[in-house]
């Protein structure tokens, strides 16, 4: 019987002693580095933190997540324009009006987010580390098709864990000419010329899908980014703030402004006759 006992107790002192086990998690490094996700201590972790954050059948959950931004991607015959918002919304609430949603992977390829800003940055930050191991590997910048890849297969493993990402991987290599990819939090992977991602899309689409040319000059591709991302800001209460404006060629990345969109759309409005909607005299 005092065997059976000591099989399933501890001693006295043991017992009396609660901060063994967490002190015992301190002394292992090695979990710490792991790029792994710590699981919620249930049986079903994704069923439970669907319910706690995103459950639309639950009105009482306590986590509710809305999304919202406005990011686009395109290819040209000059490179790549991306563009973007740089509003942060909680809910209702305007969090930020700054936030640099380009994330730049390396000198050739770029990254945007749309979703949970949390993932986005912690992912693409943890893909622009994989594309600097695999230059130092192989002496040479990985691919575009290689790098969304990467990410592509890294979110397919936590699907339907509650990641909120859709985020796309632009840029130039001599071997692919411009490329552009979309990658979401499902793990989909799509090649394409053209994408707009979040809740601004589409009004950035309805600009886009109009005035689109693969033989756009650089200028007028800049400048159809540029009003793509102001439709989006004027029309989604979920995009604002300033536009951010990245031009990719084979020799790299040009960042071409960081710029309020109050003064550019007054700009638009008074020199091109657009937003008739919007009366700049008291009547």
């Not at 931004?69 to 324009?81: H, K, M, V």
């Not at 000059?217 to 990245?246: P, Q």
């Amino acid at each position: 019987m005092d065997a059976l006992v000591a099989q399933y107790s501890r001693p006295a002192l043991e017992q009396n002693d609660p901060f063994e086990d967490e002190a015992k998690e301190l002394m292992n490094p090695a979990d710490h580095l792991s790029m792994k996700f710590a699981m919620p201590p249930v049986t079903q972790p994704a069923s439970w933190l669907r319910a706690a954050t995103d459950d639309r059948s639950n009105p009482n959950c306590p986590i509710k997540i809305a999304h919202g931004t406005t990011t686009l991607a395109f290819r040209f015959q000059g490179g790549i324009i991306v563009a973007t918002d740089s509003r942060a919304s909680a809910g209702d609430w305007i969090a930020s009006q700054t936030v640099k949603k380009v994330i730049e992977i390396n000198s050739v390829l770029l990254g945007t987010m749309a979703g949970g800003a949390a993932d986005c940055q912690f992912w693409l930050a943890w893909l622009g580390m994989q594309c600097r191991l695999h230059e130092l590997r192989h002496k040479r910048r990985i691919s575009v098709a290689a790098a969304s890849k990467i990410l592509a297969n890294l979110i397919y493993s936590y699907k339907g864990m509650g990641l909120s990402m859709g985020t796309m991987c632009a840029g130039v290599t001599p071997e692919e000419g411009p490329a552009l990819y979309y990658v979401d939090s499902d793990g989909t992977r799509l090649a394409g010329n053209l994408f707009c991602v979040g809740s601004g899309q589409t009004f950035a689409y309805g600009v886009l899908d109009a005035e689109y040319d693969f033989d756009l000059s650089v200028e007028d591709a800049l400048e159809l980014g540029r009003r793509s991302i102001l439709a989006a800001t004027h029309r989604d209460a979920f995009s604002g703030g300033y536009i951010n404006l990245y031009h990719i060629e084979e020799k790299g990345w040009t960042h071409h402004g960081f710029s309020d969109t109050n003064p550019i759309f007054w700009k638009t409005k008074l020199d091109k006759g657009e937003f008739t909607n919007v009366t700049s005299e008291l009547e």
